[in-house]
């Protein structure tokens, strides 16, 4: 009687017969038991034994962990990169924190030291994890299945039975058959040996080297990502190139030659709103009619861009990403000259588009006395005006229905020229005048459209235009490696739903003649862990083979050959005790 023993360092008769059948059904590395008296590690020693524990799965899985972890702070506490005005704010909010955070490089996390050593290391674990498993799943489909071991009833789920077909004919129809049914099938010796399910380490392989495709991606589209805003004026252009852009922003190996050569000219906004229910002012339109050029002599071509569906050119998509009104004003001096005309775009501060900003006039005026000065206007728009009974300076609704412009008058000196840079929707009032009116009191006056102010003591007006125009707010992004990320992140899927839901496993037909002339079919198989499927697909597999090689008709109940072609057995006995799945695979 066979001894079977749990201890995976030892084996003992039976659980030697296993061999190669009993060999691991899956490319994950196996640690091999400390042995009791190891030498003193040298250099190379620590070296390699760091590079096993770099290059082990649950490290890489702690590495990703981590790598989850350190993301966080980049989401809750203001970056450098996204928003440097957030970033002003905190610290001037947070004066014991900021340089905290300063010194732990969490006000730029994805560019710190510590976040780029977790993404480092865990690129370095994956592909040390990746490349030997890769190499040995390779050697695994070029070479063939194992021949069966010497006692197939001792695998966790098998059958026998006795025909009077020749073992020579029941080899040869379990061959067709197991090769019919996509098995990687081949004769070893007096047996048959199968192997299914490769697509599951092909899966789990897969997933794995996504993750590096979608590092790698993620890696290239941050050094090399661009990302710029721009408002301009319907009848107004751009053209893609860093002086055009309001503000801009990229990654560190990003360049000016990068940018993609393209122009745009915007020809129309269109904008209409729910006017009645409970979403009245929701945008039912919001698009934006372009003609656009690629490179200094492409073609002019026509273009709709709407919210969320972006104008592609090149490796650049140009999103819609805001809307305001653009009154056009015309400024005139005391003897009646323009000295400014131009639509001004005003920035929205709620959701009716109630809009405010500046007037600059910083050439070409001059005050009564002949001096050079500037002039500014502060100005406040509401496309739709409730009227003064409302007490209000608010938009009602976000279409044109009623717009009024509130102005207020300064002159003097706005200090464009200090070299300091400044907002164009903002006035440095230090060295202005105001203009005062009849009472002594800031000049400030409401206009509809055609109307004018004029300025005290013959210094001027300003007219507000019947023609208001509307400007559309772009974001123009360029992030090689989308496309990459996106295919890697489907692989990934792909691959995590083979490893998940396809099971490898083996089957052996053994066919030998026995004492009595009587051929005994021995049939079994294993699974890379326990699952009800490997004996059902062995059910399924003996019983068409028993049709093409039935049962011997002289076999009696109590005879050991007798068929048990109806049923799979799994073995408890003492004498051919079974061994598990997993524990086949260790031994």
Same mark, same amino acid.
């Given at each position: 009687?066979?001894?079977?023993?749990?201890?995976?360092?030892?084996?003992?008769?039976?659980?030697?017969?296993?061999?190669?059948?009993?060999?691991?059904?899956?490319?994950?590395?196996?640690?091999?038991?400390?042995?009791?008296?190891?030498?003193?590690?040298?250099?190379?020693?620590?070296?390699?034994?760091?590079?096993?524990?770099?290059?082990?799965?649950?490290?890489?899985?702690?590495?990703?962990?981590?790598?989850?972890?350190?993301?966080?702070?980049?989401?809750?506490?203001?970056?450098?990169?996204?928003?440097?005005?957030?970033?002003?704010?905190?610290?001037?909010?947070?004066?014991?924190?900021?340089?905290?955070?300063?010194?732990?490089?969490?006000?730029?996390?994805?560019?710190?030291?510590?976040?780029?050593?977790?993404?480092?290391?865990?690129?370095?674990?994956?592909?040390?994890?990746?490349?030997?498993?890769?190499?040995?799943?390779?050697?695994?489909?070029?070479?063939?299945?194992?021949?069966?071991?010497?006692?197939?009833?001792?695998?966790?789920?098998?059958?026998?039975?006795?025909?009077?077909?020749?073992?020579?004919?029941?080899?040869?129809?379990?061959?067709?058959?197991?090769?019919?049914?996509?098995?990687?099938?081949?004769?070893?010796?007096?047996?048959?040996?199968?192997?299914?399910?490769?697509?599951?380490?092909?899966?789990?392989?897969?997933?794995?080297?996504?993750?590096?495709?979608?590092?790698?991606?993620?890696?290239?589209?941050?050094?090399?990502?661009?990302?710029?805003?721009?408002?301009?004026?319907?009848?107004?252009?751009?053209?893609?190139?860093?002086?055009?852009?309001?503000?801009?922003?990229?990654?560190?190996?990003?360049?000016?030659?990068?940018?993609?050569?393209?122009?745009?000219?915007?020809?129309?906004?269109?904008?209409?709103?729910?006017?009645?229910?409970?979403?009245?002012?929701?945008?039912?339109?919001?698009?934006?009619?372009?003609?656009?050029?690629?490179?200094?002599?492409?073609?002019?071509?026509?273009?709709?861009?709407?919210?969320?569906?972006?104008?592609?050119?090149?490796?650049?998509?140009?999103?819609?990403?805001?809307?305001?009104?653009?009154?056009?004003?015309?400024?005139?001096?005391?003897?009646?000259?323009?000295?400014?005309?131009?639509?001004?775009?005003?920035?929205?501060?709620?959701?009716?588009?109630?809009?405010?900003?500046?007037?600059?006039?910083?050439?070409?005026?001059?005050?009564?006395?002949?001096? $050079? !000065?500037?002039? #500014? +206007? &502060?100005?406040?728009?509401? @496309?739709?005006? /409730?009227?003064?009974?409302? =007490?209000?300076?608010?938009?009602?609704?976000?279409?044109?229905?009623?717009?009024?412009?509130?102005?207020?008058?300064?002159?003097?000196?706005?200090?464009?020229?200090?070299?300091?840079?400044?907002?164009?929707?903002?006035?440095?009032?230090?060295?202005?005048?105001?203009?005062?009116?009849?009472?002594?009191?800031?000049?400030?006056?409401?206009?509809?459209?055609?109307?004018?102010?004029?300025?005290?003591?013959?210094?001027?007006?300003?007219?507000?235009?019947?023609?208001? $125009? !509307?400007?559309? #707010? +772009? &974001?123009?992004?360029?992030? @090689?490696?989308? /496309?990459?990320?996106?295919? =890697?992140?489907?692989?990934?899927?792909?691959?995590?739903?083979?490893?998940?839901?396809?099971?490898?496993?083996?089957?052996?037909?053994?066919?030998?003649?026995?004492?009595?002339?009587?051929?005994?079919?021995?049939?079994?198989?294993?699974?890379?862990?326990?699952?009800?499927?490997?004996?059902?697909?062995?059910?399924?597999?003996?019983?068409?083979?028993?049709?093409?090689?039935?049962?011997?008709?002289?076999?009696?109940?109590?005879?050991?050959?007798?068929?048990?072609?109806?049923?799979?057995?799994?073995?408890?006995?003492?004498?051919?005790?079974?061994?598990?799945?997993?524990?086949?695979?260790?031994?």
């Amino acid at each position: 009687m066979s001894d079977t023993t749990t201890d995976k360092t030892t084996t003992t008769g039976d659980d030697q017969d296993l061999g190669a059948a009993g060999s691991q059904l899956s490319t994950a590395p196996v640690e091999d038991a400390p042995s009791p008296h190891l030498p003193a590690l040298g250099v190379i020693g620590w070296a390699r034994w760091f590079w096993r524990q770099l290059t082990s799965m649950r490290v890489a899985l702690l590495l990703l962990l981590l790598l989850s972890l350190a993301a966080i702070p980049g989401s809750l506490i203001p970056q450098t990169g996204i928003n440097e005005a957030q970033v002003a704010d905190f610290r001037e909010r947070h004066d014991v924190l900021a340089p905290v955070y300063d010194k732990l490089g969490l006000f730029h996390v994805y560019s710190s030291v510590w976040f780029s050593a977790i993404y480092i290391l865990l690129f370095v674990s994956l592909i040390g994890c990746i490349v030997p498993r890769t190499w040995q799943f390779v050697g695994q489909l070029r070479g063939r299945p194992p021949g069966a071991p010497r006692r197939l009833t001792r695998l966790p789920a098998h059958t026998t039975w006795r025909t009077s077909a020749d073992p020579e004919e029941v080899r040869e129809a379990a061959l067709a058959l197991l090769r019919k049914r996509r098995f990687r099938a081949h004769a070893v010796g007096d047996a048959v040996a199968a192997e299914k399910g490769y697509l599951r380490e092909l899966g789990n392989l897969a997933f794995h080297l996504a993750l590096i495709v979608m590092l790698i991606a993620f890696a290239w589209g941050q050094l090399f990502k661009s990302e710029g805003n721009k408002i301009v004026v319907e009848g107004d252009g751009f053209s893609n190139t860093l002086t055009q852009y309001d503000d801009f922003k990229s990654g560190n190996l990003f360049t000016n030659d990068d940018l993609e050569p393209f122009s745009f000219d915007v020809k129309e906004f269109t904008g209409t709103y729910e006017r009645t229910g409970p979403n009245r002012g929701t945008p039912r339109t919001y698009e934006t009619e372009v003609t656009y050029t690629e490179g200094a002599d492409g073609e002019e071509k026509n273009a709709l861009i709407k919210v969320n569906k972006p104008l592609e050119i090149g490796d650049a998509k140009v999103y819609l990403v805001s809307h305001g009104y653009a009154p056009v004003v015309t400024v005139r001096d005391g003897k009646g000259e323009i000295v400014y005309q131009d639509a001004v775009p005003l920035l929205p501060l709620d959701n009716n588009v109630t809009s405010n900003g500046v007037v600059k006039v910083l050439d070409g005026y001059r005050n009564p006395q002949g001096k $050079k !000065e500037q002039l #500014g +206007f &502060q100005a406040f728009f509401v @496309p739709t005006f /409730g009227g003064s009974a409302s =007490g209000t300076m608010l938009s009602q609704f976000p279409a044109l229905d009623y717009p009024v412009l509130a102005l207020n008058a300064y002159h003097g000196d706005l200090k464009a020229d200090s070299g300091i840079p400044q907002s164009v929707y903002q006035m440095d009032k230090t060295k202005m005048k105001e203009f005062k009116d009849a009472d002594g009191e800031l000049l400030k006056k409401l206009l509809t459209p055609g109307e004018t102010m004029t300025l005290p003591n013959g210094a001027g007006s300003i007219t507000f235009e019947k023609d208001i $125009k !509307e400007w559309a #707010g +772009f &974001q123009v992004v360029q992030e @090689p490696g989308g /496309g990459w990320a996106l295919g =890697g992140a489907l692989a990934a899927i792909g691959g995590l739903a083979a490893s998940l839901f396809v099971q490898r496993r083996r089957v052996w037909v053994r066919a030998v003649r026995g004492d009595d002339g009587v051929t005994v079919v021995e049939m079994a198989g294993l699974g890379r862990s326990e699952s009800a499927k490997v004996p059902e697909e062995l059910g399924d597999l003996a019983g068409i083979l028993y049709e093409r090689a039935p049962g011997a008709p002289d076999g009696t109940p109590e005879d050991p050959g007798t068929p048990e072609a109806s049923g799979i057995t799994t073995s408890t006995d003492t004498d051919s005790q079974a061994v598990p799945a997993e524990g086949a695979e260790q031994q």
